[in-house]
Nanobody, 124 residues
């Protein structure tokens, strides 16, 4: 049984930083891409960042480029999202997901297993 568990969310002031972590278990972590998405009430889930199985390829949404960085440690079965220069519009529930393949994707349906989400709130 695959489990995906996010941690690290919280309340931060605008301009601050947070690092989200996501641990996945249940199948070989190092051969699947991992992604981060976010969602606010009443809106569709939005792509944030993704990283390939090896970590050599990353993708970031335009809205977070230069501020957020995705990385992974296959030895620890963990993916990270470093979020700097946070803005109030970054407030959302952040979800981690494990891909169906080792390649990055911005599409929700390309991800097979999802975590429960972690709340990030940025105050102005």
């Amino acid at each position: 049984q695959v489990q995906v568990i996010e941690s690290g969310g919280g309340l931060v002031q605008a301009g601050g930083s947070l690092r989200l972590s996501c641990a996945a278990s249940g199948r070989t972590f190092g051969i699947y891409a991992m992604g981060w998405f976010r969602q606010v009430p009443g809106k569709e889930r939005e792509f944030v960042a993704a990283i390939s199985w090896s970590g050599t390829t990353t993708r970031h949404a335009d809205s977070v480029k230069g501020r957020f960085t995705v990385s992974r440690d296959n030895a620890k079965n963990t993916v990270y999202l470093q979020m700097n220069s946070l803005k109030p519009e970054d407030t959302a529930v952040y979800y981690c997901a494990q891909g169906r393949t080792g390649l990055t994707s911005t599409r929700v349906h390309e991800y097979e297993y999802w975590g429960q989400g972690t709340q990030v709130t940025v105050s102005s």
